[in-house]
Each structure stands twice: as C-alpha cells, then as structure tokens.
C-alpha cells in the first residue's frame, strides 16, 4: 500500500505515481520499492481512505495513516511526534 496527501485531482497524482515508477527522475518511496523489489502497482484500483478538505488536517491524516499501516511503502522518517506541533503551527 501506497498512502498520499493530495488536493490535486486523483487522476493527476495517479499520473504522477506512475510516471515515478515508470522513470528514475525522483527518489520517490514508491519508487525504491518497485525499483528493488521488482513490485508494480495496480493505479487502477485505487481506494480513497479519507477526503479533508483542510490541508494542514489532510497531512496529519496521511501522517496516522502511515503510521497505521505497517506494510505501507511509504517513508516513514519524517513521522516524529514533533512533527504534527509543527505542522499545526505552520
């Protein structure tokens, strides 16, 4: 599983997943995980967790998702506990 934070349409940040996947231009989590583990991922059926409409609330919501999912892809080195103080802060 891939958790993101978007406000852009879905269909544009599945877009930019699978360009990173596809390509070596970033250093994406999603794409270290297919690159080193030969793992594809299936774009199409892509399940929304939540929607919130305020962005700093969307972050920390992607933030306890990760968190939540320990077989996500995604990084997890920015979930401190410092971070949500500052991201209400911000």
């Given at each position: 599983m891939h958790i993101i934070c978007t406000g852009d349409y879905l269909g544009n940040r599945i877009r930019l997943d699978t360009n990173d996947v596809e390509s070596n231009s970033r250093k994406t989590a999603l794409r270290q995980h297919a690159f080193h583990n030969f793992h594809s991922f299936d774009f199409d059926n892509t399940t929304i967790l939540a929607?919130?409409?305020?962005?700093?609330?969307?972050?920390?919501?992607?933030?306890?998702?990760?968190?939540?999912?320990?077989?996500?892809?995604?990084?997890?080195?920015?979930?401190?506990?410092?971070?949500?103080?500052?991201?209400?802060?911000?």
């Open positions: 929607k919130v409409n305020q962005d700093k609330k969307r972050k920390i919501r992607e933030m306890i998702e990760i968190a939540k999912d320990t077989k996500s892809v995604n990084f997890k080195s920015d979930l401190t506990i410092s971070t949500v103080p500052m991201l209400l802060l911000s």
